[in-house]
Structure formats: C-alpha cells, structure tokens
C-alpha cells in the first residue's frame, strides 16, 4: 500500500532523517517507534505532503507522491490526525465529521441520491463505527480530552481514507481512553480493512496493537519487522529497547 525507500529530509543542514525506510502492507497497523526527536512527526509529514523528501521514494498503491501537496495526498486516501489536537471546538461533534465527510463528497457525483441525506448517513455511519453517536449534538469543546481523540479519528476517516496515519494516538490518555483506542484501531484494521500507520511511545501498547515494527533511531531506520523479529534484534536492544527496560 506505502512504501518509502531511503527518505532524506534536512531542515536548513540540520538531518532530521537520514535512511527511512518503511513498508505498510494492506490492511495493517504498522507502528513506528524510537525515542524524542527520533524523525517520526516528520516522516509523518513527509508521507502527507506536508514536507518534501530532499531524496528517496514516497510511494502510495505504485505511485510516487513525495511531490504531492497535502490536500491531493489526502484525496488519493491518505488520512491523518496530528499529535496535538485538531477540531472545531464550536461545531458539534457530528458538524466536525461532517465537514470532512463535505471535502470529500466535493469530488464525486452521486447522482441519484440527494446530496444532502448522503451526507447524514455517510457522517453518522462514521461516527457509529468510533461510537460517538451519544456525543452527535455536543459541541466538541465540551468532550473530554479522550473522547476528543476518538473524534479525531473520525474526523480522518471522514475523507475515507485507505490508510491512515496516527501520530501518538495515546498521548496525554487515561489508561481507560488508551484501551478505547486500541480496541478502535484494531476494529477498523480487522473489520474495514484500513491500513493504520501509527507512533506509539508505549511499547506494551505496540507489540499488542502492530503486525509490524520499524524501529527509527537518529532519523535512520535500524530494524523493521514483525513484532518478535524487531525485539530480538541486537542494534535495536542497544539503541532503543534497552533504554526504556
Ligand atoms: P519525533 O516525532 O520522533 O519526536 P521529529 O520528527 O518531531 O521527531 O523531529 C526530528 C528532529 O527534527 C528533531 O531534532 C527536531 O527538532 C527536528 N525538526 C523537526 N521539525 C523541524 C523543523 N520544521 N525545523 C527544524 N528542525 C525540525
Ligand atoms: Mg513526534
């Protein structure tokens, strides 16, 4: 689905990556891990547009989109949600959706349906997969930072993405939210086949939620894997596992 071979990025001679390298297969969750500062935000906005590789392959289904701007990155079904969050705090938690669902539906021409109901039930049917139909009317500044999160991710898949992209989905939660997410991720890899790319710093968290690893250190990628093949290996122990027991 996305492959990245040997990415670059430097911010004024400054080496943010230097060697990424990176597959995620149909229907997966792929996490990357390595410590602060490691590269991951910015490959992240390496595979969405929002940055350009100085050198290396960004490819999506065979074709190469590292020069891509973010809005044709996203319209080709690559989705996102940012490690801070991202709403409309006065919109309601179904506006929210909705107008992710609006962008979209500018693109295609359905022309027997009046535009107006598909887009209820398009909003509502995501909104009923990440169980937040009890929060339809709520204005978002008055959800909890969990639920928040979860309306996010709606918010991503709005756009109907084939893959999607999580930057630290758990960061700042409760472990009650985090086990919200991670049975939300796992229902949307398994029962609608998206492909997920997350960060994760909670490794407990990674090896229950991922098929694969790539393990990122200094902006270089140092091991990807499955799961059980990235924790045997030597210069990951060293770099990375090793540090946080
Ligand atoms: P991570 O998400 O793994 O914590 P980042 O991708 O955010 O790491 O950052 C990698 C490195 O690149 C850090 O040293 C960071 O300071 C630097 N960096 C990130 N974005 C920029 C930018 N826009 N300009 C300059 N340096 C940046
Ligand atoms: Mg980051």
Redesign the pocket.
């Known amino acids: 689905m996305l492959q990245i071979e040997h990415v670059a990025k430097s911010f004024s001679g400054f080496m943010a990556i230097t060697n990424a390298n990176l597959t995620v297969p149909k229907g997966q969750v792929v996490a990357v891990i390595g410590p602060?500062g490691a590269g991951?935000?910015?490959l992240?906005n390496l595979i969405t547009g929002h940055l350009h590789p100085d050198k290396g392959l960004i490819t999506f289904k065979g074709e190469e989109i590292g020069e891509l701007s973010p809005h044709d990155i996203c319209l080709k079904g690559i989705a996102r949600s940012f490690?801070l969050i991202n709403i409309f705090p006065r919109l309601t938690t179904f506006e929210n959706v909705q107008v992710a669902v609006l962008a979209r539906n500018r693109k295609t021409n359905k022309l027997f349906t009046p535009v107006r109901k598909l887009l209820i039930e398009e909003t509502d049917s995501v909104l009923e997969k990440l169980g937040l139909i009890p929060y339809r009317e709520r204005l978002c500044s008055s959800l909890s930072y969990g639920d928040q999160k979860v309306l996010e991710l709606a918010i991503a898949l709005g756009s109907q993405p084939e893959i999607l992209l999580l930057?630290?989905p758990t960061a700042g939660m409760s472990p009650e939210e985090t086990r919200t997410i991670v049975k939300l991720i796992k229902n949307l890899s398994q029962n609608e086949g998206l492909s997920i790319l997350l960060?994760e710093h909670d490794m407990e968290l990674v090896f229950d939620v991922a098929q694969r690893l790539m393990v990122l250190h200094q902006g270089q990628t140092i091991a990807e894997g499955s799961p059980n093949e990235v924790r045997r290996d030597k210069a990951v122990q060293n770099a990375y596992l090793g540090e946080t027991g």
């Open positions: 602060n991951k935000s910015t992240f490690q930057d630290e960060t």
